[in-house]
């Protein structure tokens, strides 16, 4: 009888606090004030203390619990008394516990004690904590055998919540999602609303070690609204770790700093580990290895050797060894006003970026003088450069979780295996069926960063297969694994519309603080700040479903890239075994060609456009001595070495991600000369689809706020007759949106503004606020040729699968088929002449890579996509 009374007992207590903490808070109060006999002010006691503890009062719960077992003790009451030490018992175990945890816990578990199924749970939740899941699973189990077949529904929903997670930690994803479904079906039956939330939060956790990211952030989003602030610190971690496994360093980064700071004294547990750990990934994602190092060795140092924190900080100590590093890049002003004489609405940062020499020795020792070991799941894969950079990839990008879960998939390792082996069928064999795993893996969330973001490993390994093809001598082969990725993430432009209302009033909310920032208004510049934070993590919302990834295009690319190509070349350059090459296609056959390995690509890049950008000329007349020195070198680093093999055709080029912003009309060698640039040949056979009509329907378009963009437009409107025209207060956001849904060929002249670490908030211009690259992704049919007159939105960055990101990006991404655009300022004395020129040459039937070579190129345009 003591026992079911005491069962009893517990489960409307967790019932009131698994609906809802802060009305059991305000319940236990209310008993406290009324009742003076001590069972009740004892379960009055522990009621208030579990309700604290959700509510984020942890050395008030720890207090109330221990007055609770003190009040039952004095009364007699042995039940009541083992109740609230359970209970307290509960709360350490939560909180990482202490060294004399463990033999509270094992007396508390005993047969003869009243509350042995609460006490076994919350062993396994201590155990949880020191990343020993199948213990923890073993108590699991025997609190649901103690429970029996007739187990209270409304405590087997928190016992199947923490059952759930730890089967996920073990690797069993189908039984845990089996168990946190029936738990989440448990939650919504008896209205338990608090720990709905906490079973969706652990959902969100299963759907990151998945793989599926965006299912995690709708489960996270779901869970949020559940839950107290108090309990929300753990949520946005784990938010950040699923931001961290897409790649989204910028949007994890600003999430963790929003976080409170928790104190000196914290003590190590969960919280703390998690915290440390992607701060460490985060470092990784951005190359300071030292950093990440440091961060790993703060958790290695906290926990005991065998634990799952020691083992995962350990594994990212290894991951820093091998990790590529990016200069850091300076943090944007908001867009102002253009300079006097460009089209320039903000301040840029410096383009292109460096490699940062990374060890290739796995057993090097570290900066201490010990020898780092190799995880154990990756002792036995060969020690090249190849290999630690796919091993680092996958501990950096993998979800927080034992080292099974970072460890890459059996298939990648198979093929490594095969690798080391020397067996080149075999490795095919691997690759492909890794790969072609990837094809049917979850697709991203709709917007085009998340997307971009997705299936880094994917590129890691295709780079690894066109590593093997090299090796051999097959210049095809190695091509087509190069184009695999943009296969594998294959989807129809029109699955990428937003239509989700929220996030278009936060984007029209960023949109008018860009328009008080602009008149002065001191506290927008704050607003921006924190509206790009919610601009980088809004972006999976449930009016933005994941499309569905359709079967990919069948057969080798190759053959379909040469019949397209004509007289074209099709060069493509990319960096295999640590050095760069170009692999050029030139009447369907592929040769690879090495590239000079000093200076350093992305150095000479940057230099030119230094000198570039203080060199803006007129159309036409030509570069100064700098910019072509400049200029010079970088051809013979990028142009020179395929000049045999490419000789005077028409060029189609997917650049290397130091070149996304290179004027690539101001080299030796490619003056005068069509040259489209795309993301990938299979991106180029994309935009070739579109093509522009005999007889297109225009739009001309002059932003807000440049001198001259009026007089621009009335000289293209004479060239275009009947063309529709949008300037001054007519020429806004959402008007654009829909007109150029609607044109075959548009043209804007406006300001336009690139920020360096936001290629999605580039823009330009318009009255009532910028049209962002965001924005674009609501075109429900871009035009077939958009020309865009305005200062370097031509400018992209590359995502970590290459994808490159930016207004022009955008715009073929989402269904276009050419855009002209520039990646340096550009003047407003001569502009538009020369664009009156161009859609002459358009008219007249030129291509537009050739009509750009004759009129544009010289002054920084660019023909990006089918050209």
Not at 351 to 378: C, H, I, K, M, Q
Not at 818 to 847: E, K, N
């Given at each position: 009888?003591?026992?079911?009374?005491?069962?009893?007992?517990t489960?409307?207590?967790?019932?009131?606090?698994?609906?809802?903490?802060?009305?059991?808070?305000?319940?236990?109060?209310?008993?406290?004030?009324r009742s003076?006999?001590?069972?009740?002010?004892?379960?009055?006691l522990?009621?208030?203390?579990?309700?604290?503890?959700?509510?984020g009062?942890?050395?008030?719960?720890?207090?109330?619990?221990?007055?609770?077992?003190?009040?039952?003790?004095?009364?007699?009451?042995?039940?009541?008394?083992?109740?609230?030490?359970?209970?307290?018992?509960?709360?350490?175990?939560?909180?990482?516990?202490?060294?004399?945890?463990?033999?509270?816990?094992?007396?508390?578990?005993?047969?003869?004690?009243?509350?042995?199924?609460?006490?076994?749970?919350?062993?396994?939740?201590?155990?949880?904590?020191?990343?020993?899941?199948?213990?923890?699973?073993?108590?699991?189990?025997?609190?649901?055998?103690?429970?029996?077949?007739?187990?209270?529904?409304?405590?087997?929903?928190?016992?199947?919540?923490n059952?759930?997670?730890?089967?996920?930690?073990?690797g069993?994803?189908?039984?845990?999602?089996?168990?946190?479904?029936?738990?989440?079906?448990?939650t919504?039956?008896?209205?338990?609303?608090?720990?709905?939330?906490?079973?969706?939060?652990?959902?969100?956790?299963?759907?990151?070690?998945?793989?599926?990211v965006?299912?995690?952030?709708?489960?996270?989003?779901?869970?949020?609204?559940?839950?107290?602030?108090?309990?929300?610190?753990?949520?946005?971690?784990?938010?950040?770790?699923?931001?961290?496994?897409?790649?989204?360093?910028?949007?994890?980064?600003?999430?963790?700093?929003?976080?409170?700071?928790?104190?000196?004294?914290?003590r190590p547990?969960?919280?703390?580990?998690?915290?440390?750990?992607?701060?460490?990934k985060?470092?990784?994602?951005?190359?300071?290895?030292?950093?990440?190092?440091?961060?790993?060795?703060?958790?290695r140092?906290?926990?005991?050797?065998?634990?799952?924190?020691?083992?995962?900080?350990?594994?990212?100590?290894?991951?820093?060894?091998?990790?590529?590093?990016?200069?850091?890049?300076?943090?944007?002003v908001?867009?102002?006003?253009?300079?006097?004489?460009?089209?320039?609405?903000?301040?840029e940062?410096?383009?292109?970026?460096?490699?940062?020499?990374?060890?290739?020795?796995?057993a090097?020792?570290?900066?201490?003088g010990?020898?780092?070991?190799?995880?154990?799941?990756?002792?036995?894969?060969p020690?090249?450069?190849?290999?630690?950079r796919?091993?680092?990839?996958?501990?950096?990008?993998?979800?927080?979780?034992?080292?099974?879960?970072?460890?890459?998939?059996?298939?990648?390792?198979?093929?490594?295996?095969?690798?080391a082996?020397?067996?080149?069928?075999?490795?095919?064999?691997?690759?492909?069926?890794?790969?072609?795993g990837?094809?049917?893996?979850?697709?991203a969330?709709?917007?085009?960063?998340?997307?971009?973001?997705?299936?880094a490993?994917?590129?890691?390994?295709?780079r690894?297969?066109?590593?093997?093809?090299?090796?051999?001598?097959?210049?095809?082969?190695a091509?087509?694994?190069?184009?695999?990725?943009?296969?594998?993430?294959?989807?129809?432009?029109?699955?990428?519309?937003?239509?989700?209302?929220?996030?278009?009033?936060?984007?029209?909310?960023?949109?008018?603080?860009?328009?008080?920032?602009a008149?002065?208004?001191?506290?927008?510049?704050?607003?921006?700040?924190?509206?790009?934070?919610?601009?980088g993590?809004?972006?999976?919302?449930?009016?933005?479903?994941?499309?569905?990834?359709?079967?990919?295009?069948?057969?080798?690319?190759?053959?379909?890239?040469?019949a397209?190509?004509d007289?074209?070349?099709?060069?493509?350059?990319?960096?295999?075994?640590?050095?760069?090459?170009?692999?050029?296609?030139?009447?369907?056959?592929?040769?690879?060609?090495?590239?000079?390995?000093?200076?350093?690509?992305?150095?000479?890049?940057?230099?030119?456009l230094?000198?570039?950008?203080?060199?803006?000329?007129?159309?036409?007349?030509?570069?100064?001595?700098?910019?072509?020195?400049?200029?010079?070198?970088?051809?013979?680093?990028?142009?020179?070495?395929?000049?045999?093999?490419?000789?005077?055709?028409?060029?189609?080029?997917?650049?290397?991600?130091?070149a996304?912003?290179?004027?690539?009309?101001l080299?030796?060698?490619?003056?005068?000369?069509?040259?489209?640039?795309?993301?990938?040949?299979?991106?180029?056979l994309?935009?070739?689809?579109?093509?522009?009509?005999?007889?297109?329907?225009v739009?001309?378009?002059?932003?807000?706020?440049?001198?001259?963009?009026?007089?621009?437009?009335?000289?293209?409107r004479?060239?275009?007759?009947?063309?529709?025209?949008?300037?001054?207060?007519?020429?806004?956001a959402?008007?654009?949106?829909?007109?150029?849904?609607?044109?075959?060929?548009?043209?804007?002249?406006?300001?336009?503004?690139?920020?360096?670490?936001?290629?999605?908030?580039?823009?330009?211009?318009?009255?009532?606020?910028?049209l962002?690259?965001?924005d674009?992704?609501?075109?429900?049919?871009p035009?077939?040729?958009?020309?865009?007159?305005?200062?370097?939105?031509?400018?992209?960055?590359?995502?970590?699968?290459?994808?490159?990101?930016?207004?022009?990006?955008?715009?073929?991404?989402?269904?276009?088929g050419?855009?002209?655009?520039?990646?340096?300022?550009?003047?407003?004395?001569?502009?538009?002449?020369?664009?009156?020129?161009?859609?002459?040459?358009l008219?007249?039937?030129?291509?537009?890579?050739?009509?750009?070579?004759?009129?544009?190129?010289?002054?920084?345009?660019?023909?990006?996509?089918a050209?």
């Amino acid at each position: 009888m003591t026992v079911r009374r005491t069962e009893d007992e517990t489960a409307h207590q967790i019932t009131l606090v698994a609906r809802d903490p802060a009305r059991a808070h305000l319940h236990a109060r209310r008993l406290l004030a009324r009742s003076s006999e001590p069972r009740t002010r004892s379960i009055a006691l522990r009621l208030l203390g579990l309700a604290q503890y959700e509510l984020g009062a942890v050395r008030a719960a720890d207090r109330t619990l221990g007055e609770a077992s003190e009040v039952a003790d004095r009364a007699g009451l042995a039940d009541a008394a083992d109740q609230a030490r359970v209970s307290r018992l509960g709360l350490l175990a939560r909180r990482g516990g202490g060294g004399a945890l463990g033999p509270l816990l094992d007396d508390a578990v005993r047969p003869e004690r009243p509350a042995q199924a609460f006490a076994l749970i919350n062993r396994g939740v201590s155990a949880c904590q020191l990343g020993r899941f199948e213990a923890a699973l073993a108590d699991f189990d025997a609190a649901m055998h103690r429970m029996g077949p007739d187990a209270d529904a409304r405590l087997l929903p928190g016992l199947l919540c923490n059952r759930g997670l730890a089967l996920m930690y073990a690797g069993r994803f189908a039984e845990s999602a089996e168990d946190l479904s029936r738990a989440l079906a448990l939650t919504e039956q008896h209205a338990l609303d608090h720990l709905r939330g906490l079973t969706l939060q652990n959902l969100g956790c299963l759907a990151v070690a998945e793989g599926d990211v965006a299912r995690a952030v709708l489960r996270f989003d779901s869970a949020e609204v559940l839950l107290p602030e108090q309990r929300r610190t753990t949520l946005r971690l784990d938010r950040a770790d699923a931001l961290v496994a897409a790649g989204m360093h910028r949007e994890a980064g600003a999430l963790l700093r929003s976080l409170p700071r928790s104190g000196g004294d914290a003590r190590p547990d969960a919280e703390y580990a998690t915290t440390r750990l992607i701060r460490a990934k985060l470092h990784l994602g951005r190359g300071d290895r030292t950093a990440a190092a440091a961060q790993a060795g703060e958790v290695r140092a906290a926990f005991a050797p065998d634990s799952v924190w020691a083992e995962l900080a350990l594994q990212i100590e290894w991951s820093a060894r091998f990790v590529t590093g990016r200069r850091e890049r300076p943090r944007p002003v908001p867009p102002s006003v253009g300079a006097a004489g460009t089209r320039s609405g903000a301040a840029e940062g410096p383009s292109g970026s460096g490699d940062v020499d990374a060890a290739d020795d796995p057993a090097r020792p570290g900066r201490s003088g010990d020898p780092l070991r190799l995880p154990e799941w990756a002792a036995d894969l060969p020690a090249t450069a190849g290999t630690a950079r796919l091993l680092a990839d996958a501990v950096a990008t993998a979800p927080l979780g034992p080292p099974t879960l970072a460890a890459p998939r059996p298939g990648h390792a198979r093929a490594l295996r095969a690798l080391a082996a020397g067996d080149r069928a075999a490795v095919r064999r691997e690759l492909r069926r890794a790969l072609a795993g990837s094809d049917r893996a979850p697709a991203a969330a709709g917007h085009l960063e998340t997307a971009a973001h997705a299936r880094a490993s994917v590129a890691e390994l295709a780079r690894l297969g066109a590593e093997m093809a090299l090796s051999c001598g097959d210049a095809t082969e190695a091509l087509e694994w190069l184009e695999w990725p943009e296969r594998a993430g294959e989807t129809a432009p029109a699955a990428r519309r937003c239509r989700d209302a929220g996030w278009l009033r936060l984007l029209d909310r960023y949109r008018a603080a860009h328009v008080r920032a602009a008149a002065g208004d001191e506290a927008a510049g704050a607003e921006l700040y924190d509206l790009e934070t919610r601009l980088g993590l809004a972006q999976w919302h449930p009016g933005c479903p994941a499309p569905a990834v359709g079967a990919p295009s069948s057969g080798p690319v190759t053959h379909g890239i040469a019949a397209a190509l004509d007289r074209r070349a099709f060069v493509r350059y990319t960096r295999l075994r640590g050095a760069p090459v170009a692999i050029t296609l030139v009447d369907g056959r592929a040769r690879a060609h090495p590239l000079p390995t000093a200076p350093a690509l992305g150095d000479a890049i940057d230099t030119l456009l230094h000198a570039a950008r203080r060199d803006v000329t007129a159309p036409g007349t030509g570069a100064g001595p700098l910019t072509a020195e400049r200029a010079a070198l970088v051809a013979r680093l990028l142009v020179e070495p395929v000049a045999d093999a490419v000789a005077d055709r028409p060029l189609v080029i997917a650049p290397p991600p130091e070149a996304q912003a290179l004027p690539w009309g101001l080299l030796p060698g490619l003056r005068g000369r069509p040259v489209s640039i795309v993301a990938s040949g299979r991106a180029w056979l994309r935009c070739r689809r579109r093509r522009l009509p005999r007889t297109p329907r225009v739009l001309l378009v002059a932003g807000a706020g440049l001198p001259g963009a009026e007089a621009e437009i009335e000289a293209l409107r004479r060239e275009r007759p009947g063309a529709r025209v949008l300037s001054g207060a007519r020429a806004h956001a959402s008007a654009l949106v829909r007109e150029l849904g609607r044109a075959d060929l548009a043209h804007v002249t406006a300001h336009g503004g690139v920020p360096a670490d936001a290629p999605m908030r580039s823009g330009i211009s318009l009255a009532g606020g910028p049209l962002f690259a965001y924005d674009l992704e609501r075109v429900p049919r871009p035009p077939a040729l958009t020309v865009l007159s305005s200062c370097a939105v031509g400018r992209s960055v590359p995502s970590p699968t290459g994808v490159p990101l930016g207004l022009g990006a955008a715009l073929l991404a989402c269904g276009g088929g050419t855009v002209i655009a520039s990646v340096l300022p550009v003047p407003d004395i001569g502009t538009a002449a020369a664009m009156v020129r161009l859609h002459a040459a358009l008219r007249s039937g030129a291509p537009a890579s050739r009509a750009v070579a004759d009129h544009l190129a010289g002054s920084g345009f660019v023909c990006f996509g089918a050209g």
